[in-house]
T-cell receptor
Framework: EAAVTQSPRNKVTVTGGNVTLSCRQTNSHNYMYWYRQDTGHGLRLIHYSYGAGNLQIGDVPDGYKATRTTQEDFFLLLELASPSQTSLYFCATLRGGSTGQLYFGEGSKLTVL | GNSVTQMQGQVTLSEEEFLFINCTYSTTGYPTLFWYVQYPGEGPQLLLKVTTANNKGSSRGFEATYDKGTTSFHLQKASVQESDSAVYYC????????????FGLGTTLQVQP
């Protein structure tokens, strides 16, 4: 059974639309992350959290909000989606700190028309 | 600041050839360095972790080391198989246990039968 589950797996919206990507973990890891993956840019960190109610800003946060409601659940919010946010989004959890291993979900493909 | 540079965007080899992928990093303190692999349609997964300079990490026939003097780390495999075709990322774990990991741009390995 997958330890990091993302939903939806595919989403199509229009410019200006409101999108929420969800991530749920069963790992009981403190850290959770949202990355976006684009050709030529690799994986870029949007936001991350080290516990319920905590939020840390990543490297490409503009246009994104995030909220960690529980130890298990981390959400990525696009309130006014733009075509530049068309991407493959990955959620990940981390055991330990920066020396630990990331566990990724299967990805959510978002298309903004 | 902390950064990692992965210059080889694409590598094409024939089966049984030698693989070598190199990255350079910049950080203060003692780095933790990782190699992650991503197969088509999946999220990245940990391949190797190296915490001590000049010590080898190994997994699934892959080996990794890092050189503190040249701030470089590399991944190698003596004899690749078609099943090794994937994207390989070098990753730097920030010192100070911030929970932040920095990904290189990735190297796409294509192994021809």
């Amino acid at each position: 059974e997958a330890a990091v589950t993302q939903s939806p797996r595919n989403k199509v919206t229009v410019t200006g639309g409101n999108v929420t990507l969800s991530c749920r973990q069963t790992n009981s890891h403190n850290y959770m992350y949202w990355y976006r993956q684009d050709t030529g840019h690799g994986l870029r960190l949007i936001h991350y959290s080290y516990g319920a109610g905590n939020l840390q800003i990543g490297d490409v946060p503009d246009g994104y909000k995030a909220t960690r409601t529980t130890q298990e659940d981390f959400f990525l919010l696009l309130e006014l989606a733009s075509p530049s946010q068309t991407s493959l989004y990955f959620c990940a959890t981390l055991r330990g700190g920066s020396t630990g291993q990331l566990y990724f979900g299967e990805g959510s493909k978002l298309t903004v028309l | 600041g902390n950064s990692v540079t992965q210059m080889q965007g694409q590598v094409t080899l024939s089966e049984e050839e030698f693989l070598f992928i190199n990255c350079t990093y910049s950080t203060t303190g003692y780095p933790t360095l990782f190699w992650y692999v991503q197969y088509p349609g999946e999220g990245p997964q940990l391949l190797l972790k190296v915490t001590t300079a000049n010590n080898k990490g190994s997994s699934r026939g892959f080996e990794a080391t890092y050189d503190k003097g040249t701030t470089s780390f590399h991944l190698q495999k003596a004899s690749v198989q078609e099943s090794d075709s994937a994207v390989y990322y070098c990753v730097l774990g920030e010192a100070g246990n911030t929970g932040k990991l920095i990904f290189g741009l990735g190297t796409t390995l294509q192994v021809q039968p």
